[in-house]
């Protein structure tokens, strides 16, 4: 598992902590997004990338899908860290369809994590932005509620973390074979 590079973009920490837990995993060098050019990431041989999901985004996202042509040949992974649950891979199909073309979707092998939420650390637009999903999922007739739903209002507000360092192995052991 040489020549890796483990990319991340992380407004809160989530996905940072899980950049870490891959490049000690892996040896591979570890680069916040805004370090690296596509120059020295077209050096690597397998590059994994890491993104917070807002509002169904991959953030800085761009650095993969902007420069796919020089990057598809190499090994590709991305994970997306939000907090949604993580236990149908059909609930992030959307995502993946939204952001990547179907060849980029071929090349590209996606792994989907959880992180955290602390309210009181939110920046304004963000407070606001989850004021809002809490007033539409509000007005949901209680039977239409999905466990996400449930769970988002009743940590609404608090500090919430699904951090876990061991499911980050399906990655680790899709990189060995
Ligand atoms: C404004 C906002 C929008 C969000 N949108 C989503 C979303 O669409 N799907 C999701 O699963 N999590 C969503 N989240 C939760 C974040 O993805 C979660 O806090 C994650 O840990 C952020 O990663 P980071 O800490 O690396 O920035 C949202 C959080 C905020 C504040």
Redesign the pocket.
């Known amino acids: 598992m040489n020549n890796i590079a483990i990319v991340y973009k ?7 902590k899980y950049a870490q837990w891959i490049a000690e995993e892996t040896k591979g060098d570890l680069f916040e997004c805004s370090e690296i050019d596509i120059n020295k990431l077209r050096t690597y041989d397998t590059i994994i990338y890491g993104g ?5 985004g991959i ?1 800085g996202i761009s650095i993969i899908t902007k420069n796919f042509e020089v990057l598809k040949d190499k090994e590709i992974i991305v994970f997306t ?4 649950s993580t236990d149908r891979e059909e609930v992030f199909i959307p995502i993946t369809e939204k952001w990547f073309s179907q060849e980029m979707r071929e090349n590209i092998k996606f792994f989907h994590l959880r ?3 602390d309210y009181k650390k ?1 920046g304004i637009i ?1 407070k606001s ?2 004021a809002m999903l809490k007033t539409v999922i509000s007005r949901k007739d209680s039977n239409e509620l999905s466990d996400d739903d449930k769970e988002l209002l009743s940590t609404y507000g608090k500090k919430v973390d699904f951090t876990e360092k061991n499911t980050i192995t399906p990655l680790l052991l899709f990189l060995k074979n």
């Open positions: 992380s407004k809160y920490g989530s996905t940072k917070g999901l807002y509002a169904s953030a860290v939000g907090l949604a992180g955290s939420i939110l963000h932005m989850m």
